[in-house]
């Protein structure tokens, strides 16, 4: 019980790192691109690691087609999801608030139907293993899409210094947003995952009031006392 407190809690800090990392690099970068650095970044690591630790979860997936075709709409459901989330997230800060919220609707409902399949394929692959599969097929989506779009050449027009920057911010961000989301989700369950993410706004916006000025103001932090010690009951039922 103590060690499922102790992955809640550096989840939620991390992801709280994590979202304004994002979020700056999407202002820098080609939201395809974006994903397709990252996504690449990330799998690439975790396919590494698969090679020198999980050889025999591999094979599982050669000997079952389902599984290739869970993880196949793993990979898909996960390119919709930051399609979206990135996408809603530039929108909303126009004036087209409702395109932008529609986005980020969009994204919570397809991230809620992944998190059902990432619990199901979970009980027979490790989640690093799932990591890996959907994070590579991500960014082999993005990829295409952003050699299909030209928007490629951007990769080329920036600095090596960002270049690295947004591979360290995917590896990073699969670390966080993927590996411990897929490992809550497989040992602690869904409907405990969805709880916690109510946190991550709140943990976002204390990292972006001391990193990036961010101001909160008095009805906002009234409302994250409230959603913390809603969670904490909840958790606690």
């Known amino acids: 019980m103590r060690k499922d407190y102790f992955t809640r809690f550096f ?12 979020r700056f690099m999407s202002i820098h970068f080609e939201t395809v691109n974006n994903n397709a650095v990252r996504f690449l970044s990330g799998g690439f690591l975790f396919i590494l690691i698969c090679i020198f630790k999980f050889r025999e979860e591999l094979k599982k997936i050669l000997l079952e087609s389902k599984i290739i ?26 004036l087209n608030f409702l395109k932008g919220t529609l986005f980020l609707g969009t994204a919570i409902f397809i991230q809620s139907i992944q998190n059902l399949l990432v619990k199901n394929v979970a009980k027979k692959l490790h989640t690093i293993v799932i990591s890996a599969s959907t994070a590579t097929l991500s960014g082999i989506i993005y990829l295409i899409l952003s050699i299909h779009t030209g928007k490629i050449i ?14 360290l911010a995917g590896i990073y961000g699969m670390l966080t947003g993927m590996l411990m989301a897929f490992y809550i989700v497989q040992k602690q369950g869904v409907v405990i995952f969805n709880i916690i993410q109510l946190l991550i706004p709140v943990s976002t916006a204390i990292v972006g009031y001391f990193t990036l000025g961010e101001t909160i103001n008095f009805y906002q932090g009234i409302g994250a006392i409230i959603a913390i010690f809603g969670c904490i009951i909840a958790l606690k039922i």
């Open 11 to 22: 989840y939620i800090i991390l992801m709280g790192f994590g979202f304004p990392i994002m």
């Open 69 to 94: 075709l869970k993880l196949l709409l793993l990979g898909i459901f996960m390119s919709g999801n930051m399609y979206f989330f990135i996408n809603g997230n530039k929108v909303g800060e126009s």
């Open 154 to 167: 951007q990769l080329k027009e920036v600095g090596e210094g960002m270049l690295i920057g947004l591979s």
